[in-house]
């Protein structure tokens, strides 16, 4: 009985140690993912790899229903 206690317990801090390791990998993920959806960093690489700029405030005209 003891025997299997012992792998029981040593199965749990295994997964507990997996757990954590998702926990971290999940962590870095909503990082990354809060860095790329910064309004500064879309608009950078819309202007850098697009060519795309903002319009002059002139040349916008607005719509109403």
Known sequence: MKYRTRLLFSEVQRQQQINEAYDEELAQ???????????ERIEQT?????GMTLPEPSSIISITP
């Open 29 to 39: 993920l909503q990082f990354e993912q809060n860095k790329w959806s910064e309004r």
């Open 46 to 50: 819309a202007q850098n790899k697009l």
